[in-house]
């Protein structure tokens, strides 16, 4: 039986495919990259906002017929068995804490031929380290370090799909590090809903200790982590960021919005005060950080006043990237109990508003880099340019340059030319 996995939403279900390809491919199924050639196709899905969970119903529309369809994933588990009732080419839906039972579904569906369902949650972590060969990712090293949150925003649904948060003990964290360093990997990234509460309290650590432990003792170039949640910052980050030169000079901390009116609603734990002081605080400490955000414009209320102070959040803090979207209303969840007051015209104008003044901030920050050399990963070949490789600066900005170099190898690069969202230079 031949199986093909397609994956959409963040890097954790990226990480999840793998582990799912990892077992599947140890029970002797065969991965393949072609869906046409696939008996099997497992749809890891994305039920953050309407508009992924709208690619899954329409990707599984357009999957060929006779295949067996699984959809794993957020969608799974947050739609769980309507998915089966409502659409009849869907046979098996297993949810967010059940993936690595993928390989006795298997089994049963040849044997029996039965559609099913599992979506239960489970408090235990599921110890599995996909080997080299499930990796989608040959040059990022993904580390998943927890799942699940107990913050409860008021928009988001993950906390109904990923269930409370368990962590996963430091042993097996670093035994997975250290295969993934002895294989080559130079940057690793620890993810997690919430990575900064993870903790073993059996080890006694938090996790400032873990990225210090990793830092410290894990041959990789570069450790990265997202995401972390900007309310539980306190100042050991920066100390322990300030002591190892390995853990990147890049946060991914999700502000939402730059109103603290609009924060409380959105059940966030800080203040655009407080978020603006650690900022500060970080930039104090550490000149080269760079960070990235999320924002959600026309959350339910959300008046000229509080976009005003989104977008002078914005300017203050001198994002390196931002990911931007309009409020999606979910289900589950408690902003469903406030009107979603706003006209989707306004939405997208404060959307496209937002995206603008980002847009100039790079362009200028981007303008300043010309002339001089950055080091960058080469994540892959150009495929449309065969010379040319894509790469990614320590800030994850792209970098295209002429080059033979393989993807996982760290190239110097000239700056030439720059746009609001790429680099362009060549190889010294
Ligand atoms: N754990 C991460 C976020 C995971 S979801 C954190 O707390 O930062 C990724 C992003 O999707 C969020 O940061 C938010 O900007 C966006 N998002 C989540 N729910 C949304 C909704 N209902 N509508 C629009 N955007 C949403
Ligand atoms: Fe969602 Fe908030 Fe948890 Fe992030 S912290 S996953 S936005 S509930
Ligand atoms: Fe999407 Fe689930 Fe990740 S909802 S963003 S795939 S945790």
């Known amino acids: 039986m031949k199986f093909f996995i397609k994956t959409y939403g963040c890097q954790m279900n990226v990480n999840d495919s793998e582990r799912i390809r990892h077992i599947l491919k140890k029970k002797g199924f065969v991965d393949v990259q072609d869906e046409d050639k696939a008996d099997i196709i497992i749809v890891n899905t994305c039920a953050v906002r309407e508009k992924p969970q709208q690619k899954v119903f329409s990707y599984v529309g357009r999957v060929g017929k006779g295949k067996k369809v699984v959809i794993a994933g957020c969608v799974a588990q947050s739609e769980g068995l309507d998915l089966l009732k409502n659409d009849k080419r869907i046979n098996f839906v297993v949810g967010t804490h059940q993936h690595y039972k993928i390989g006795s579904i298997f089994e049963n569906f040849i044997k029996e031929d039965k559609n099913g369902i599992d979506i239960k949650f489970s408090r235990e972590w599921e110890e599995i380290i996909p080997d080299i060969k499930a990796r989608d990712s040959k040059v990022y090293g993904y580390i998943s370090i927890m799942e699940g949150c107990n913050n409860f925003c008021s928009y988001c649904i993950v906390p109904f799909t990923r269930g409370r948060e368990k962590f996963r003990p430091f042993k097996d964290i670093i035994t997975e590090a250290e295969y993934l360093s002895s294989n080559g990997y130079k940057e ?10 993870w903790e073993d309290k059996k080890e006694g650590k938090k996790f400032v200790d873990l990225l210090s432990y990793i830092a410290a003792n894990i041959d990789v170039k570069l450790v990265r982590f997202i995401t972390s949640y900007p309310g539980y910052y306190d100042n050991e980050l920066i100390e322990v960021m300030a002591k190892h030169r ?5 946060i991914h901390f999700p502000v939402q919005s730059g109103s603290t009116r609009i924060l409380k609603k959105m059940n966030r ?3 655009r005060e407080q978020y603006l002081k650690m900022i500060f605080d970080f930039k104090k400490n550490l000149p080269d950080i760079k960070f990235s955000s999320d924002f959600i414009v026309g959350f339910p209320s959300e008046n000229e006043k509080d976009f005003d102070l989104t977008l002078s959040l914005i300017q203050k803090v001198e994002y390196e990237s931002i990911f931007s979207f309009i409020y999606s209303p979910r289900k589950y969840t408690k902003a469903l109990l406030l009107k979603d007051d706003l006209n989707i015209k306004v ?82």
């Open 188 to 197: 690793i990234i620890l993810l997690g809903q919430n990575v900064n509460s």
């Open 246 to 250: 390995s853990i990147a000079r890049h």
């Open 269 to 271: 734990i800080y203040t």
């Open 347 to 428: 939405k997208k104008q404060r959307l496209y508003k937002l995206q603008e003044v980002q847009r100039n901030i790079q362009l200028q920050n981007n303008k300043k880099l010309i002339g001089k050399t950055i080091e960058a990963l080469v994540v892959k070949r150009n495929p449309k340019k065969i010379d040319e490789v894509i790469a990614r600066t320590e800030s994850y900005r792209v970098v295209n340059f002429k080059s033979d170099a393989d993807p996982g190898e760290f190239k110097k690069i000239l700056i030439e030319n720059v746009g609001p969202y790429s680099l362009r230079g060549k190889e010294i």
